[in-house]
Nanobody, 120 residues
Framework: VQLQASGGGLVQAGGSLRLSCAAS????????MGWFRQAPGKEREFVAAFSWNGSTNYGDSVKGRSTISRDNAKNTVYLQMNSLKPEDTAVYYC???????????????WGQGTLVTVSS
């Protein structure tokens, strides 16, 4: 199984980014897909998830500013982030799992991460 995250970069505060995560080696439609982030010196934090049956969930820190979507035909999950803030700076990871999607321990597979840096 491989999860390849992309789309990170340097953006000014107030800007937008769209992260992508392409999955291979698994039956994508049967997995919940999540995004987490980890800033230096901090624990990995739940950002958003899209369940196999279509429900979505967002962490409080990004709620109202981010949208998760998935394309099962392309085995890809996306995270659109708007109104970015310096505190959004982190490595963003995508993951595939089943169960309670807000929990790190739920996930079976993780991508390598993509760095998002938001300048003030």
């Amino acid at each position: 199984v491989q999860l390849q995250a992309s789309g990170g970069g340097l953006v000014q505060a107030g800007g937008s980014l769209r992260l992508s995560c392409a999955a291979s080696g698994l039956t994508f439609s049967r997995y919940g897909m999540g995004w987490f982030r980890q800033a230096p010196g901090k624990e990995r934090e739940f950002v958003a998830a899209f369940s196999w049956n279509g429900s979505t969930n967002y962490g409080d820190s990004v709620k109202g500013r981010s949208t998760i979507s998935r394309d099962n035909a392309k085995n890809t999950v996306y995270l659109q982030m708007n109104s970015l803030k310096p505190e959004d700076t982190a490595v963003y990871y995508c993951a595939a799992g089943r169960g309670v999607l807000v929990r790190v321990g739920t996930y079976d597979y993780w991508g390598q991460g993509t760095l998002v840096t938001v300048s003030s």
